[in-house]
């Protein structure tokens, strides 16, 4: 199943964003592509927020990883930008993220294509200007389907 969303605005990504909180649950993995600057880490920053996280909400293009435990699950945040290596991937544990539950956001999934676990929504951020985008979620699993059809019939953008 695929959406695409206009998003007109800062504040229509952040209402996107609110209202994606809501439906993702644990264990769901999005990944998110899109040019540099295309918005991916502003979206996941904002559903971030929105899921509850507090304090700083930092990049992790250097790190490749942000985890971030709230009181059910953890949440992960992955640039994988800088990653060159799919040996990297097994050095630094990344396989074992998603025995525990988990939401997990992986910007540049393409550069450990084969190494992540099956995919709930793969989201495309494209420019259509200065503050517009177009934001595609394809979902790829039943449990992204449900959770797709429950944001679309909330979503008033």
Known sequence: ??????????????????????????????????????????????????????????SPTFTLVEPYQLASYVV??????????PEEWFD??????FNEPQISFIEWPEKAEGLIPPID????????NDERRELIINSLTDIGDKCLMKLINNVEI
């Open 92 to 97: 630094a544990g990344f396989d074992e993220y």
């Open 1 to 58: 199943m695929i959406h695409v969303f206009n998003l007109e605005s800062l504040n229509a990504t952040e209402n996107l964003a609110t209202k994606t909180a809501h439906v993702i649950i644990p264990n769901f993995i999005v990944s998110l592509s899109g040019n540099l600057g295309a918005g991916k880490t502003t979206l996941t920053r904002a559903i971030l927020r929105a899921i509850g996280i507090t304090g700083s909400i930092k």
């Open 121 to 128: 929504w793969q989201i495309t951020i494209n420019f259509l």
């Open 76 to 85: 992960y945040h992955f640039d994988l930008y800088r990653f060159s290596d």
